[in-house]
């Protein structure tokens, strides 16, 4: 069973920056897609960044572009996601998930992810 552990998240003034990881262990696999995703109160689960098993691909949603980068160390088993130019809209519990999907034009729904973490909450301070 692949276990995913989040962890960097915190308060931060807007503008500001914080940097998430993902841990990955266990599975059966060495290979997984791994994507963030962000639910704030009262709101739907929203994927934000993927990236596919290499690291050689990756796909934003159109709210963080230019702000976030997911990258990935598959011999550390960690994934990341930097988060520069935070604003308080960014507000939100964040999950990383692994499944087999991984798309260049959209971002998967959170149902073609099979493994989640356990979430970090990112508070950003206006």
């Known amino acids: 069973q692949l276990q995913l552990v989040e962890s960097g998240g915190g308060l931060v003034q807007s503008g500001g920056s914080l940097r998430l990881s993902c841990s990955l262990s266990g599975g059966t696999r060495d290979r997984y897609q791994v994507g963030w995703f962000r639910q704030a109160p009262g709101k739907e689960r929203e994927g934000v960044a993927c990236?596919?098993?290499?690291?050689?691909?990756?796909n934003y949603a159109d709210s963080v572009k230019e702000r976030f980068t997911i990258s990935r160390d598959n011999v550390k088993k960690m994934v990341y996601l930097q988060m520069d130019s935070l604003k308080s809209e960014d507000t939100a519990v964040y999950y990383c998930a692994a499944g087999d999907v991984y798309s260049d034009t959209f971002l998967p729904s959170p149902l073609a992810y099979d493994y989640w973490g356990q979430g970090t909450q990112v508070t950003v301070s206006s």
């Open positions: 990236i596919n098993f290499s690291g050689s691909r990756t």
